[in-house]
């Protein structure tokens, strides 16, 4: 039976991705930009881990930066797992891609586990995995492998049940080591997991205060110490760059900006099958705050109806076990909600000015001051409906079963998977093709063979615009597919790049992109020497003619930027 739901999970996540697995060697989805991102840090993190594992977090991007793979996830544990099939393709995309259709899988069977455990009915476990792997917030995020690498907060919850009813150790340990992996995969999660925790704890003492002896606590206590001990680490080069850089933490505009809106969980994900057309008028409104990928929220029918009937059914007459299950679910759910909202309260479109939760968690907890999206609560919403979902499908089931129907009960639980699957089905993704290494253009190989570092710039850096400068460059649309697909490039060459693109973008490269605006002159020749810049690679397709014919006669007229190679609409200059 394992066998065959392993199959099923794999199976479906196929499914729920296509075209990604036909296509996924040469493509990636939709358009340049975070998936770029995410296939050069598997492949920096791999490489690193080989060669250099002290070097890990000193990427090659960003330049003279230190500690540049610290701006965003570092993804550890997704690029550990990956690093056999990178090994196996020597393709960076094809990993990245393939990884994402592991993390749905991951997340079902994780969820089937879970629920199997609390449940004990297949079936149940079945849907909760299909609705929690697939729920339409998760598939909205298959621009960001990170924000698919949820697979590890059902295994840290099922195990926190077991040591919560049995008391072992090692249940404990396990708790312990799936919270290391889920934080180590993205710190967004691994944060959420740590909430979920918290409030896993604060129900249990509610509802059984006999249950925390003194060995029980000291032996949780000291797994999360050995836990923590684990991550800090990895946390280190995240406080150092804070320590340098004051700016390098969400403010309370920017978190307002993605929080949701109380109409956001009724705006179903783009990909979404039959819910992403019917809510696109909706969608259209959250471009004002945040965007669609952040604020379409709607989990979908079936776990609504599902968890409303296993919520009210365990409530009136769940005993033992199950009452501490639901209750601690629809608590985790609501909680998740109301951390959903943010720091201000917005209600379809107007801001509401009524305290919330989150404004005293951001001021009060150091680990809320780097998350900008709150809406990414969404995990645990999804969470725990799946979970209340199993328990609906498990009275339903029972209650055809004391009708003596089990015939017409078995019907009825097919019926459910294939209206779950239905309900959160999506349509074929959008691919976007890119070049293999082997099909780069010809400056990244000669970039490839020039000994050491070779610190480089690549002209031209995001336009210089006044009004997108001071908003942030990740809104000045000619960063976006540009930085990330010359980050992507360097997986061939791994030089050092004064260019680059991450979830944060430092001090370093706005000056870069201001003092570069005009381009060539004394002044930004001066500056990219002072950065200890070797060579301009000047890409004459990305320049008008105008601005090309200066720097022709900037390198004919001035010996500070020497003419060094030419590959095609590929100009190489070697600053002297």
Known sequence: MGLVIVIIFLGLSILFTRPMLTEGGHSIYKAPGDPNFEAWTLAWDVKELTHSPLNLFNANIFYPNNDTLAYSDHQLTTAVLASPILALTGNPIQTANYMLIFNFFLAGIGMYLLANHLTDNRAAALIAGI??????????QIWHLQMTAVGWIPLCLLFLHKYGEEGKWYDAALAVLFLVLQTLATWYFGLMLTIAIIVFLV????????????????????????GGALIAPFAAPYLRVHAEDPRFVRSVKEVDQFSADVRDFAVASEPNLIWGSLTAGLRKSTVTRGGPTERSLFPGLMPLLLGLVGAVVVFMKGKGRERFYVRYYVTLGAVAVILCLGTRLYFFGHSVDIPMPYDLLYYLFPGFKVVRVPARFIVLVGL??????????????????????????????????????????????PMYRVPLKDQFASVYTWLEKQPGGAPTAEIPLATYNPKTFSAGLQYEPSWLPKESLRMYYSTLHWKKLLNGY???????????????????????????????????????????????????????????????????????????
């Open 203 to 226: 129900v249990r003492l509610i509802m059984n205060r006999t249950g925390f002896t003194l060995k029980w606590m000291a032996t949780l206590l000291i797994a999360l110490v050995i």
């Open 502 to 576: 991450s979830g944060y973008i430092p001090d370093s490269y706005y000056k870069a992109v201001k003092e570069t605006a005009n381009f060539p002159s004394k002044e930004s020749i001066e500056f990219l020497k002072s950065q200890g810049v070797k060579y301009v690679i000047v890409h004459g397709k990305e320049l008008d003619p105008a601005w090309l014919q200066r720097v022709f006669d900037y390198s004919i007229k001035y010996k500070d930027m020497q003419p060094w190679k030419v590959f095609g609409k590929d100009y190489v200059y070697r600053l002297r």
């Open 384 to 429: 725990a409906l799946a979970v209340l979902a199993a328990f609906g499908v498990k009275a339903i089931i029972q209650w055809l079963s004391a009708k003596r129907a089990p015939f017409v009960a078995g019907l009825v639980a097919l019926a459910l998977v294939a209206l779950v699957i239905l309900d959160v089905m999506t349509v074929a993704l």
């Open 131 to 140: 609705l929690y792997a697939f729920a339409p917030a998760r598939v909205g």
